[in-house]
């Protein structure tokens, strides 16, 4: 937010800005995934399934609720951007919006990722992250943000030179979910949503507030691991970005492949557990009849 010099200050301004913060959705209230069974549930993981997804391109996949999966760094630095749709219904996907809301900028171990409304029930929870030591640097920069959308052709022809790029991550995924479902980009395009950025580091500049990236510390042999909360189809682009320590959208960077890996559990160790409902709300939004 800019100031407008031009706007003289009210004399009880510093009063105004001196206000305590309150933390939106205290989450003492939210809902959270038993860590403990999933805990013992990773015990007993056994590989079942793996894709590795090429640089500059996307990959999709399935994850049956009940299993996990790993996004996983296997040749050198590198971003990818994840969406998550249910395996049965492309109208419920991954709402960045509101997990931003519920947990924070950034997310890590326990914390959960959202379904849209009006379903509003977890789709996935992080089970394990091997960057869970980073937490927030100097420059306030974190990893697995939901801050960021997704590189696209339209922001890059809105801010570059005109020219077309077709390997922003939008693009990646809408060929990745477009092949899944046997249907041209375009068709599906509009199932594309803002991502979880998986080991993206990320904040906000202290002086403008702007969005910022920087090299992203993931190494090789680094991952970030979910249960599935429901059936998942999932789709993950490998970015053009590379570590995004320099530039996206474009051929500059070094980039790497990544790897999904999809994992069952003992049913045994998930005794108990049951796949959320969808959210109770009736949807009358006070209307009458």
Known sequence: MAMDSQVIAPADAEERRRKPPVVVYPNGSLP????????????????????????????????????????VSIEGPQVGDL??????????????????????????LGDRLWSNLPHLRPMATITHDTLGWYGFDQDGAGVHDVIGTRCDPYTHRLLGDGGDYHHCCHSNL?????KARGL???????HVHDVLNVFMCTGFTRD????????????????????????LLG??????????GQTHSSDVAVCHPLKVEIYEADPAALAGWHSPTRSPYGRSHGEQG
């Open 32 to 71: 959270g995934a038993d860590m403990a069974m999933l805990a013992r549930a990773r015990r007993t993981l056994t590989k079942r399934d793996e894709i590795i997804v090429p640089p500059r391109e996307a990959g999709s996949f399935r994850v049956p609720k009940g299993h996990f999966f790993r996004v």
């Open 83 to 108: 969406n998550l749709w249910n395996a049965d219904d492309l109208d419920e996907r991954f709402f960045s919006g509101k997990t931003r809301a519920l947990h924070a900028t950034h997310v890590g």
């Open 174 to 178: 809408a060929r990745a979910l477009g």
């Open 184 to 190: 041209p980009a375009r068709e599906v395009e509009h």
């Open 208 to 231: 403008t507030q702007q969005y910022f990236m920087k090299a992203s510390p993931v190494r090789p042999g680094d991952f970030l691991e979910f249960f599935a909360e429901i059936d």
């Open 235 to 244: 789709a993950i682009s490998a970015c053009p970005g590379g570590d995004c």
